[in-house]
């Protein structure tokens, strides 16, 4: 992939299913002064997309994450436990997102959501068995037809007659409703980090890795800010927040039953991208941690024609079928984003290790500001994302824990089991 295809790869799935299924969820929250919430995600994506793209350089592999923190931390198990909940996360998202689009298709055809679901996961597996190559392109077509949603409702936004002039920094729950927005919205952000994960299927990656990841985070924030600042000048944000499709609401009250209908098509683009990607980032993730030892040996195998890890593919479609038997998209998202953050502050983190455990390996992309070795940007990183997994509740914490005391017994388990044999 070169840099166009990289950075629609990551749009495409930024631009998926969170910005159509949560923004009604903000708005409760935040009120008209949700773009700020936006703006904060940005911020937050940005620092992580920074650091992503100085490590991507140094360590263009398969599993990125788990590569970088186990060469930072000098520890297969630390490395191995932030694979092992960047894998879990991929499937859940990828399940979930699939019973997203299965609720917008049962509004045209009459078909069980979990069957609708299992389809699509099935339909985008054997995809992703076909290669990247095709994965990217049909990726790139789905992002395009979610931007032109997108695009509707912005254009909606500066051409509606509003009643009444809207107080863009009207904060209904104060400072604490804008706070946990930008948490939940998060979820919207969730995307760009996977294009470190198909980096041994980049051009050129030392240059085209940064520049595809910074250029997705800068044009995901700016269709969100202008698409949260268009929707509650059309719907206000108490409607907003009562919808369950609410981009579409937004599209009827501006064109009509007609609009609605067309977002909800787009939608189904939207959901259908982001599933797409969770399975190829997730089937590399497996394909990579198996090369390296971690998990066995059997996902990591390619097949001999389409040249993908194949066995990891069909390991991800059957997880994610499991997952989408079960799952809340409002739930599950915060699960989600809370083994994110965790994610996204390990990797800040391994920035700031690696400039003195390496300190003498050429870094072709370096995160900008720096005292000396030390780099400040991925330390305001850290703090923030520090600061949003204490945010969230009790059960919602328990959940992510689970998710990684599951992967201690597994390593510990197979780690036994080689030593044995």
Same mark, same amino acid.
């Given at each position: 992939?070169?840099?166009?295809?990289? &950075?629609?790869?990551?749009?495409?799935?930024?631009? #998926?299913?969170?910005?159509?299924?949560?923004?009604?969820?903000?708005?409760?929250?935040?009120?008209?002064?949700?773009?700020?919430?936006?703006?904060?995600?940005?911020?937050?994506?940005?620092?992580?997309?920074?650091?992503? %793209?100085?490590?991507?350089?140094? =360590?263009?592999?398969?599993?990125? +994450?788990?590569?970088?923190?186990?060469?930072?931390?000098?520890?297969? =198990?630390?490395?191995?436990?932030?694979?092992?909940? &960047?894998?879990?996360?991929?499937?859940?998202? #990828?399940?979930?997102?699939?019973?997203? =689009?299965?609720?917008?298709?049962?509004?045209?055809?009459?078909? !069980?959501?979990?069957? %609708?679901?299992?389809?699509?996961?099935?339909?985008?597996?054997?995809?992703?068995?076909?290669?990247?190559?095709?994965s990217a392109w049909m990726n790139t077509v789905f992002a395009f037809v979610t931007i032109a949603g997108l695009g509707i409702i912005v254009f909606l936004g500066f051409t509606f007659e509003s009643v009444e002039p809207v107080d863009y920094f009207d904060m209904p729950n104060g400072i604490t409703g804008l706070m946990f927005a930008f948490v939940l919205i998060f979820f919207a952000f969730i995307g760009f +980090?996977?294009?470190?994960?198909?980096?041994?299927?980049?051009?050129?990656?030392?240059?085209?890795?940064?520049?595809?990841?910074? @250029? %997705?985070?800068?044009?995901?924030?700016?269709?969100? /800010?202008?698409?949260?600042?268009?929707?509650?000048?059309?719907?206000?944000? +108490?409607?907003?927040?009562?919808?369950?499709? !609410?981009?579409?609401?937004?599209?009827?009250?501006?064109?009509?039953?007609?609009?609605?209908?067309?977002? %909800?098509?787009?939608? @189904?683009?939207?959901?259908?991208?982001?599933?797409? /990607?969770?399975?190829?980032a997730g089937a590399r993730i497996l394909y990579g941690m198996a090369k390296d030892g971690s998990l066995p040996s059997l996902f990591g195998r390619i097949h001999s024609k389409t040249g993908t890890p194949w066995i990891a593919a069909i390991g991800i479609f059957i997880t994610s079928v499991a997952f989408a038997l079960i799952g809340d998209i409002v739930i599950v998202a915060n699960i989600v984003v809370f083994?994110?953050?965790?994610?996204?502050?390990?990797?800040?983190?391994?920035?700031?290790?690696?400039?003195?455990?390496? !300190?003498?390996? +050429?870094?072709?992309?370096?995160? !900008?500001?720096?005292?000396?070795?030390?780099?400040?940007?991925?330390?305001?990183?850290?703090?923030?994302?520090?600061?949003?997994?204490?945010?969230?509740?009790?059960?919602?914490?328990?959940?992510?824990?689970?998710?990684?005391? &599951?992967?201690?017994?597994?390593? @510990?388990?197979?780690?036994?089991?080689?030593?044995?044999?």
């Amino acid at each position: 992939m070169g840099l166009f295809q990289l &950075t629609m790869y990551g749009v495409g799935l930024t631009l #998926g299913a969170g910005i159509y299924v949560l923004i009604g969820e903000a708005s409760g929250f935040a009120g008209n002064s949700m773009w700020i919430s936006f703006g904060l995600g940005a911020i937050v994506a940005m620092f992580a997309g920074l650091s992503y %793209s100085e490590l991507a350089v140094l =360590f263009p592999k398969a599993a990125a +994450e788990y590569v970088f923190v186990k060469n930072a931390f000098k520890s297969g =198990f630390v490395g191995f436990l932030v694979g092992w909940l &960047t894998v879990i996360t991929s499937m859940i998202v #990828g399940a979930t997102v699939a019973l997203g =689009f299965g609720g917008y298709f049962a509004q045209f055809l009459d078909i !069980p959501i979990i069957i %609708s679901a299992i389809l699509l996961l099935a339909a985008l597996s054997l995809v992703n068995f076909i290669g990247i190559r095709h994965s990217a392109w049909m990726n790139t077509v789905f992002a395009f037809v979610t931007i032109a949603g997108l695009g509707i409702i912005v254009f909606l936004g500066f051409t509606f007659e509003s009643v009444e002039p809207v107080d863009y920094f009207d904060m209904p729950n104060g400072i604490t409703g804008l706070m946990f927005a930008f948490v939940l919205i998060f979820f919207a952000f969730i995307g760009f +980090e996977d294009m470190a994960n198909v980096a041994e299927e980049v051009k050129r990656p030392k240059k085209t890795l940064p520049r595809a990841i910074i @250029l %997705s985070v800068l044009i995901t924030v700016t269709i969100y /800010i202008l698409v949260s600042l268009s929707s509650v000048r059309i719907l206000n944000w +108490e409607e907003l927040s009562q919808s369950a499709a !609410p981009l579409a609401d937004v599209a009827a009250k501006g064109l009509g039953l007609e609009g609605g209908i067309i977002l %909800s098509v787009i939608a @189904l683009f939207a959901t259908a991208s982001t599933v797409l /990607i969770t399975l190829v980032a997730g089937a590399r993730i497996l394909y990579g941690m198996a090369k390296d030892g971690s998990l066995p040996s059997l996902f990591g195998r390619i097949h001999s024609k389409t040249g993908t890890p194949w066995i990891a593919a069909i390991g991800i479609f059957i997880t994610s079928v499991a997952f989408a038997l079960i799952g809340d998209i409002v739930i599950v998202a915060n699960i989600v984003v809370f083994a994110i953050v965790i994610t996204f502050a390990m990797v800040n983190l391994s920035v700031i290790l690696l400039r003195y455990v390496r !300190p003498d390996v +050429e870094r072709p992309f370096k995160v !900008p500001l720096n005292v000396g070795k030390f780099p400040i940007l991925p330390l305001f990183g850290f703090v923030m994302t520090v600061y949003m997994a204490m945010q969230f509740e009790l059960e919602i914490i328990l959940a992510g824990l689970g998710i990684l005391g &599951t992967g201690c017994i597994f390593y @510990l388990l197979y780690n036994k089991r080689k030593i044995k044999s």
